[in-house]
């Protein structure tokens, strides 16, 4: 039923990242649970904000013992008054078993639909074959949709890609292989399936987890933890690691250097006799074209940029530490604009026809996607198929109504289909348009200065107020030396915020924040070396407390400075 395809393990991993794939997910499952009390018992007992789901949503969560150790990782959907779990079979029971047990008097069932199986389609080109199967639901796909037929469709990036996650009866499937069999689509074998989640870095239940792990080392914390919502079990747990920032031991990436031993299975690493980090995952990435793994990294052996080399059983190994994940692939609006590019370029050459098919799955990517609309309808109205055009500037509308452009190319299809009545009210209806923008400009223009003037006498009084408690209560006050500089370099004044910044990093460390504000004033300053140096030491700090978003941005400009200085 699938593609026969005699290429390396290399090449149908790739061929699924740049066109897709399918897998039946015969090692995963879907619990449905019911009932009018379902969604305040699960908030009570999963880590996610159950709660905040509105219908046709879906977020991923998890289920943690008091100690705050993984005792299952899956994704949340919320359809009609039901709440479908997707949970591979493995950490099925024990999720299934747990919250049978500790629900008492709520209205509450939990049950697992019979006769349904489960295919994952998956990939840039997934969206587009799904609306050549002709589904029916609408567009853009909700997280959780249930479909005409029965069944279910749930969005969920389960080998890093773009994931359609297809419930279906056995005769829907037979007909959906059918398609795929057609289509000459690659079914993803376990070995492909492994290499595309240790590439993205998709943790696996029995090799990068277990009930032992504790959920902030895999860094599934950032996806699958609400630290806004009410008590859950191993609240406090998970709480009190975001508080205190640092945990011992953290899921990490290692890429091989290409004159390293490679090991050839999962083994404690060890320097000078110490323990200093597990593997857990061993392989090739087919992006990058090299070596890698997953590895549980003590929190001093972990830093990104960081050489690690140790020996094992008489080899010599080497690697780089990386953050998570190696890789990343397009989400939807992203791809959709992959898409639009590529029909841009279509458009310009010779090559414009091609663009039609291009805006077109865009747009079943990302329906919102202004440009896609208008690109489309002036292609196809120089293509002379001025209706087609016409119907797709009229759904523009229905998006954005007061978009004074698609009322302008309105005029022009039809007036070019003879219809000069209606082109002329769409043409006063685009002038009309336009001058309430130019109002509207005018008035945002005058609302902004204000906003910034407001800013700005803000500025002013926090400055005083840092000012006071530094030089008359305590000059090592963090807080007041963070918001001097921050706000020092607000005000383009990057001479006036270095000293506080920098003794903001001399007072924690560990503050992450701070490394990253000094790093941007460094750069102010044309001051390359030292700004090196402070996203360097900043990037340290985030990796040890597990600050995800300024060690991205940290990592991002530490490469674009590294770049610009020849490193």
Known sequence: MSQVSSLSLSALHLQVRNQGGYCPLTDWTLLQVRGKDAGAYLQTQLTSDILALQAGQGQRSALVDRKGHIQAEFYVYFLEQTYLILVERSQAERLSAHLEAFHFIEEVEISQPENFCLTLLCGPAARKWLAEFDLKFQSPLAQAQAL????????????GDLGYVLVQNQAQVEAFKHFLSQKQILEITPEVWNSLTLEAAVPVYGKDFDSETLLPETGLEHLAVSYDKGCYLGQEIIARIKAYGVIPRALSGLIFAPDSALPESEYAIQQAGKTIGKLTRLGTSPVLEKSIALAYLHKNWRVPGQILEWEHAGQQFCAEVVALPFTTCPNESEQAQ????????????????????????????????????????????????????????????????????????????????????????????????????????????????????????????????????????????????????????????????????????????LYSAAWLQLGKCLENLNLKAEALNAYREGIAAASRKGDLMPLKEMENRLQVLESSVGV
Do not use: W
Not at 478 to 492: D, H, P, S
């Open 338 to 509: 992959i898409l639009l590019e590529q029909a841009l370029i279509c458009f310009a050459g010779p090559e414009e026809p091609e663009a039609v098919p291009l805006l077109e799955e865009a747009l079943l990517l990302d329906p919102a996607l202004k440009d896609a609309y208008e690109s489309l309808g002036v292609i196809l109205s120089r293509q002379g198929e001025h209706q087609k055009a016409i119907e797709v500037m009229e759904k523009l509308l229905k998006l954005a109504p007061d978009e004074a452009m698609a009322h302008t190319n309105l005029s022009r299809f039809h007036m070019l289909l003879g219809d000069r009545d209606t082109a002329e009210k769409h043409m006063a209806e685009a002038t009309r348009l336009n001058m309430l923008r130019q109002q509207a400009q005018a008035e945002r223009q005058a609302q902004d200065q204000a906003q910034k003037k407001a800013q700005e006498e803000g500025r002013i009084q926090m400055i005083a107020m840092f000012r006071e408690v530094i030089e008359t209560e305590d000059p090592d006050d963090l807080v007041a030396n963070f918001g001097l500089g921050k706000i020092y370099l607000e005000q383009q004044a990057p001479e006036q915020a270095r000293p506080y910044l920098e003794s903001a990093t001399r007072i924690d460390p």
């Open 148 to 159: 005409e037929t029965q069944g279910f469709c749930l969005k969920a990036p389960l080998t």
